[in-house]
């Protein structure tokens, strides 16, 4: 299969493509900064601010009924004499309204109790045995979040490091400025997901974008790399060069795209929840990171 993109023609639609999707970006992380009730840039899960999660099951004789999770919230916000204490609960039933999952700020062992023993009065008994809690203090909370921003500026400066010493300052500011726009387009979708659909990030989130990061330049180098090569020929034009190049490198890329987002694709529709925002961040990040080494990247590199 020979590919023929025409990116001279194309480079306005391109960026404009990109912009697009950055300002959409932009718009959510802002709205989401100053308008939502976390007031932070993106919805921060339990490990990066810390809190409790208590799942316990119901006891019922047959199936277990229905029950409203305001209703309850409001319930148990009346029946505790520390109103504040329940202010930030997320209550959610679960496997047939069987399963009860809690979501609270930190609450010490004894708050923890007065919770479920409350909770047991409002919907009935409960089963003790089955109750499993997760506990995440605020400090470990905050150390966990500045760990994984060092982690990820670390792993950018060094993207840089590397880039500027395997291209000229020209090639690496392109390179970093395509890596910017995948990681920002993907951040701006998830501050959108935490504002439509009150989706949380976690540690995985983080990891996720430092492996954006390296497939995303992994790619866009193999271009510049071919770029670079062909232009040292000096049989074509400039643009063409860039063309010739990004059109023999499109199946090379394409095919590691679709190989590496099969994987994905099935734990999206497969995997266990845990792993289900991890895996959708991924599959965003390959999309767009695709997207920029093909088009957008040697884009920057046509001349009028």
């Given at each position: 299969?020979n590919?023929?993109?025409?990116?001279?023609?194309?480079?306005?639609r391109?960026?404009?493509?990109s912009?697009?999707?950055?300002?959409?970006s932009l718009?959510?992380i802002?709205?989401?900064n100053?308008y939502t009730?976390?007031?932070r840039?993106?919805?921060?899960?339990m490990d990066?601010?810390?809190?409790?999660?208590?799942?316990i099951?119901r006891?019922?004789k047959k199936e277990?009924?229905?029950?409203s999770p305001?209703l309850?919230i409001?319930?148990?916000?009346?029946?505790?004499?520390?109103?504040?204490?329940?202010n930030n609960i997320?209550l959610?039933f679960?496997n047939?309204?069987k399963l009860?999952s809690?979501?609270t700020?930190?609450l010490?062992?004894?708050?923890?109790?007065?919770?479920i023993?409350n909770?047991?009065?409002?919907?009935g008994?409960?089963?003790?045995?089955?109750?499993?809690?997760r506990?995440i203090?605020?400090?470990?909370?905050?150390?966990?979040?500045?760990?994984?921003t060092?982690s990820?500026?670390?792993?950018l400066?060094?993207?840089?490091l590397?880039?500027?010493?395997?291209?000229?300052?020209?090639?690496?500011?392109?390179?970093?400025?395509?890596?910017?726009?995948?990681?920002f387009i993907?951040f701006?979708?998830?501050?959108?997901l935490?504002?439509l659909l009150?989706i949380?990030?976690n540690?995985l989130?983080?990891?996720s974008?430092?492996t954006?990061?390296?497939y995303s330049?992994?790619?866009?180098?193999?271009?510049?790399d071919r770029?670079?090569?062909?232009?040292k020929?000096k049989k074509?034009s400039?643009?063409e060069?860039?063309?010739?190049?990004?059109?023999e490198?499109i199946?090379?890329t394409?095919?590691?795209?679709?190989?590496t987002?099969?994987?994905l694709?099935?734990?999206?529709l497969?995997?266990?929840?845990s792993?289900f925002w991890?895996?959708?961040?991924?599959?965003?990040g390959?999309i767009?990171?695709?997207?920029s080494?093909i088009?957008?990247a040697p884009?920057?590199?046509i001349?009028?």
């Amino acid at each position: 299969m020979n590919f023929n993109l025409d990116l001279v023609t194309n480079k306005k639609r391109i960026f404009g493509i990109s912009s697009f999707f950055i300002a959409l970006s932009l718009i959510g992380i802002l709205y989401s900064n100053f308008y939502t009730s976390y007031k932070r840039p993106i919805n921060l899960g339990m490990d990066f601010i810390g809190g409790n999660e208590i799942r316990i099951e119901r006891i019922c004789k047959k199936e277990c009924s229905g029950l409203s999770p305001d209703l309850v919230i409001q319930k148990l916000i009346n029946s505790s004499d520390n109103k504040s204490l329940f202010n930030n609960i997320i209550l959610q039933f679960q496997n047939n309204n069987k399963l009860i999952s809690i979501r609270t700020s930190y609450l010490k062992i004894e708050e923890s109790n007065v919770l479920i023993n409350n909770l047991e009065e409002i919907i009935g008994p409960l089963d003790f045995d089955s109750k499993n809690t997760r506990l995440i203090g605020p400090k470990l909370g905050k150390k966990l979040l500045i760990n994984c921003t060092t982690s990820l500026l670390v792993a950018l400066i060094a993207i840089s490091l590397y880039i500027s010493l395997r291209f000229d300052r020209k090639y690496a500011l392109l390179a970093l400025l395509a890596l910017f726009h995948d990681l920002f387009i993907v951040f701006g979708i998830f501050s959108w997901l935490g504002i439509l659909l009150s989706i949380e990030v976690n540690s995985l989130f983080a990891v996720s974008l430092l492996t954006i990061a390296g497939y995303s330049v992994n790619d866009t180098v193999v271009i510049f790399d071919r770029i670079r090569e062909n232009l040292k020929l000096k049989k074509h034009s400039h643009n063409e060069v860039v063309q010739i190049s990004v059109n023999e490198s499109i199946r090379r890329t394409a095919f590691t795209s679709i190989t590496t987002l099969i994987p994905l694709l099935t734990l999206v529709l497969f995997g266990s929840y845990s792993l289900f925002w991890f895996s959708v961040s991924l599959s965003l990040g390959i999309i767009v990171g695709s997207y920029s080494s093909i088009l957008l990247a040697p884009s920057f590199l046509i001349k009028r």
